[in-house]
Structure formats: structure tokens, C-alpha cells
């Protein structure tokens, strides 16, 4: 199985070192984020064994230009009647019309990066249908609100289900080795900080990552915690 059941309606979809999340509305299905080049029979794959396909699918929406997270946007924009959403301010990136801007590194990320980005393909060019900002209301999930992540990417996103409890963090958060932590290669660390704050004032149950474990309960109060460190900083 490429897929892992998190909730009635959401399943994670693992891509090899990557991931990406499905929510299954009645009237079709929304992928977020796509993980890297090469996803689209992954991800069909994961639709199939759900008893779902191509046709299936809705929209996906970007959290953020990156490689590992729009790679397959364009796979499976192809696919059928897909609509295909980003925040404006990374739309640009997203289409090739410029170059993403690069991380500002810190010295344990360059290593981390170095190592993490080989044999990442970049991701081809894509079509964006729709470009949202902050507080914008996506029609799946039971009304999905767009909540503006800068720092991470100028137009970096997260997206809150309130009627789930859930929270899509994008990459402003992550997870690893069981702790909720700020996430790592931001454009502009400061902003990227005041972002997470935002998150972790949300009221959720649930948490979905860019990188790592999903948090299936309390996910407001570990944000809330890793917050609190992170203003030590
Ligand atoms: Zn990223």
C-alpha cells in the first residue's frame, strides 16, 4: 500500500522519501501538494486502490513551489478537469515564468540540503488555474480557509478544515523523530517564524506535514509548544 488512512476522508500518500495527502469529498477528490517528478503513477496507483482514478480528481493545490512538493503538478493537471491552485506570489514560480528564490541557509541546513536535493528532479513547469491568498475559502473539506505561510516561500500556504480539526502545515512546520519543529529551508527564517505562530494558534485536532509524521490528536497544543521554544531563538 503507497497510502495510509488518517481520517474517514484523508489518506497520506507516501512517495518514497516524500508525501502528499488526498481528502475524498463526496463529489471528488483534492490532492495537496504532489510530491516530486515521477508521482503521477504513484499517486494514480494510491486513487486506484481506493477504488477511485484520474477522472476522479478535483483539484490539487500547491503549498509551495518546491521540487518535492509541485513536482507531479503538472502529471497530473493533465489529467482530466483538474483545477490547479497556488498562492499568487508563488503562481510565477510554479508557471517557470522565474526562478524560485533560494533558502536562506543556515549552516546545519546547507549540509542537510546538499544532501536531500541531489537527484530531486526539478519540477517542470505548471499551470496554475487559481491563485489564492491568505483567508481565501477552498471548496472541499467542508470549506477549506487558505492560511498565508510566508517565509517558508513568499507564497507558501497552509490550509485549516475548520469542520475537521485539521490543519495542512505546508513546510513552515514538520515533523521529526516524534517532536513537532519549525521547518527547515525557509526564504526568510523571520517571517517563516512569525507563520508558524499563526499556525500554532489555530484550534486543530489534526496536523498533516510536508515532511513526517502526522499528528492524529492534540495538534493545536504540540504546535503550541513548539512555538513556545522556538521564540527562545
Ligand atoms: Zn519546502
Redesign the pocket.
Known amino acids: 500500500m503507497s497510502s495510509e488512512r488518517l481520517h474517514p476522508r484523508l489518506y497520506r500518500l507516501l512517495l518514497g522519501a516524500f508525501q502528499a495527502y488526498l481528502w475524498l469529498d463526496d463529489d471528488g477528490v483534492t490532492l495537496v501538494d504532489t510530491g516530486p517528478a515521477g508521482s503521477g503513477p504513484a499517486i494514480e496507483a494510491s486513487l486506484r486502490d481506493l477504488g477511485l482514478g484520474r477522472a476522479d480528481l478535483r483539484r490539487v493545490v500547491l ?4 521540487d ?2 509541485a513536482g507531479a503538478a503538472a502529471e497530473v493537471a493533465a489529467w482530466g478537469d483538474v483545477e490547479v491552485v497556488a498562492h499568487a506570489a508563488d503562481a510565477p514560480v510554479l508557471r517557470g515564468e522565474r526562478p524560485g528564490p533560494p ?1 536562506a541557509f543556515t549552516e546545519a541546513e546547507r549540509d542537510l540540503h546538499a544532501r536531500v536535493a541531489a537527484g530531486l528532479p526539478p519540477a517542470p513547469p505548471v499551470r496554475v488555474d487559481r491563485e489564492v491568498t491568505d483567508r481565501d475559502l477552498l471548496d472541499f473539506g467542508g470549506g477549506a480557509e487558505v492560511v498565508g505561510t510566508p517565509g ?2 513568499d507564497g ?1 500556504v497552509a490550509l485549516h478544515l475548520p469542520r475537521h480539526r485539521l490543519l495542512f502545515t ?2 513552515v512546520a514538520a515533523e521529526y523523530g516524534g517532536e513537532v519543529i519549525f ?3 525557509h526564504v526568510d527564517r523571520a517571517r517563516a517564524a512569525e507563520s508558524f505562530r499563526r499556525l500554532a494558534a489555530l484550534d486543530v485536532d489534526l496536523a498533516c506535514f ?2 513526517g509524521e502526522p499528528v492524529l490528536g492534540g495538534a493545536g497544543d504540540r504546535l503550541r509548544a513548539a512555538a513556545g521554544t522556538l521564540a527562545e531563538d
Do not use: E, N
Open positions: 503549498t509551495h513551489f518546491h518535492d512538493h533558502p517558508h516561500t507558501s505546508g513546510d521547518g527547515v529551508f510536508g515532511h
